[in-house]
């Protein structure tokens, strides 16, 4: 168990609808950090947050979206969903967002979101 | 944009045999990480490589670092059962950068 909690587990839903996933990061860190992993795309890094902070954004559509709560937990919303989104959806975690420290950034993955579109 | 690529993507091996899993990126970075995956499952971190010339190794697993070739290796030595999974190795510039993947297949 990596200490991060992602919720819900497996989620089907239809095309057009909104889903949000959450996410809990271990206690402690402050960077969370969304990835979707699909059998044609690999792992693609969405976005991470650092302390309520955007701090870097990748492969994320304008569809989705996140945010970090003053609690650290954080939200990915998934909005005018297609059958393409269907994917597993990583939450992870990690101490810091910066490169300050000599001991490294691991990022600790949550079990993931199944989002299943149809 | 960084780069991150991994080669093979797919490797068959016999149980008892060596084989190097190589990981090469685009951009300068002393922060170079491998995870393991199992089929559905999360991805668990498997080795922390944080200068030029660091070497970790855990059981049959070995990674090492070339910050100057950008380049990095997990070698598997006598494989067995178990090791079958998918490896990532992921480069850190600030956020994390996962490569494709290795899924690896060790047959008896």
């Known amino acids: 168990d990596s200490g991060v909690t992602q919720t819900p587990k497996h989620l089907i839903t239809a095309t057009g609808q909104r889903v949000t996933l959450r996410c809990s990061p271990r206690?402690?860190?402050?960077?969370v950090y969304w990835y979707q992993q699909s059998l044609d795309q690999g792992l693609q890094f969405l976005i991470q947050?650092?302390?309520?902070?955007?701090?870097a954004k990748g492969n994320i559509l304008e569809r989705f979206s996140a945010q970090q709560f003053p609690d650290l937990h954080s939200e990915l919303n998934l909005s005018s969903l297609e059958l393409g989104d269907s994917a597993l959806y990583f939450c992870?975690?990690?101490?810091?967002?910066?490169?300050?420290?000599?001991?490294?950034?691991?990022?600790?993955f949550g079990e993931g979101s199944w989002l299943t579109v149809v | 944009e960084l780069k991150v690529e991994q080669n093979p993507l797919f490797l068959s091996m016999q149980e008892g045999k060596n084989y190097t899993i190589y990981c090469n990126y685009s951009?300068?970075?002393?922060?170079l990480y491998w995870y393991r995956q199992d089929p559905g499952k999360s991805l668990e971190s498997l080795f922390v490589?944080?200068?030029?010339?660091a070497v970790k190794q855990e059981g049959r697993l070995m990674a090492s670092l070339d910050t100057k070739a950008r380049l990095s290796t997990l070698h598997i030595t006598a494989a067995v059962h178990d090791l079958s999974a998918t490896y990532f190795c992921?480069?850190?510039?600030?956020?994390?950068?996962f490569g494709a993947g290795t899924r690896l297949t060790v047959k008896p």
């Open positions: 992870a975690s990690s101490v810091r967002g910066h490169r300050e420290t000599d001991s490294g950034n691991t990022i600790y």
């Open positions: 206690s402690g860190d402050l960077s």
């Open positions: 947050y650092y302390n309520g902070e955007e701090r």
């Open positions: 951009t300068t970075s002393d922060r």
């Open positions: 490589l944080l200068s030029n010339g």
């Open positions: 992921a480069v850190d510039t600030g956020d994390m950068r």
